[in-house]
């Protein structure tokens, strides 16, 4: 049996309601959640739920939908810019400086906190 490979991002989350525990998936490309008790079950659900949507938009009638790239096929350089306000600059500027880092490095390891 030929393993399914799922082409699209998905964020898990754990998710408990008293004594049960289970996980959520959001799929951002379709607009999809899914549920699963276990890991294994909610990757055969998001498979299923991506195969079914793009399904969908395939036969849709009339207006079909657009079907997203795979998110498998983007590549990130590394580098995003971002407009901030002026005094906000001058402020995670001067933390940075204060902390012997370059507003670069003192960026990534807030970011990564």
Do not use: C
């Not at 998905?10 to 998710?15: D, K, M, P, S, W």
């Not at 055969?44 to 657009?66: F, M, N």
């Amino acid at each position: 049996m030929k393993k399914n490979t799922i082409e699209y991002d998905y964020i898990v989350h754990h998710i408990s309601d008293g004594d049960s525990t289970g996980y959520k998936a959001i799929i951002p490309a379709f607009n999809s959640v899914v549920f699963g008790d276990n890991l294994v079950e909610l990757e055969k659900g998001i498979s299923l739920a991506v195969q079914e949507e793009i399904k969908a938009r395939k036969s849709a009638r009339g207006k079909k939908k657009l079907i997203p790239a795979p998110d498998r096929t983007q590549t990130f350089s590394g580098k995003f810019m971002v407009r901030i306000n002026p005094y906000l600059h001058e402020k995670i500027a001067l933390e940075a400086k204060a902390r012997g880092k370059s507003l670069n490095s003192y960026l990534q390891e807030k970011i990564a906190a």
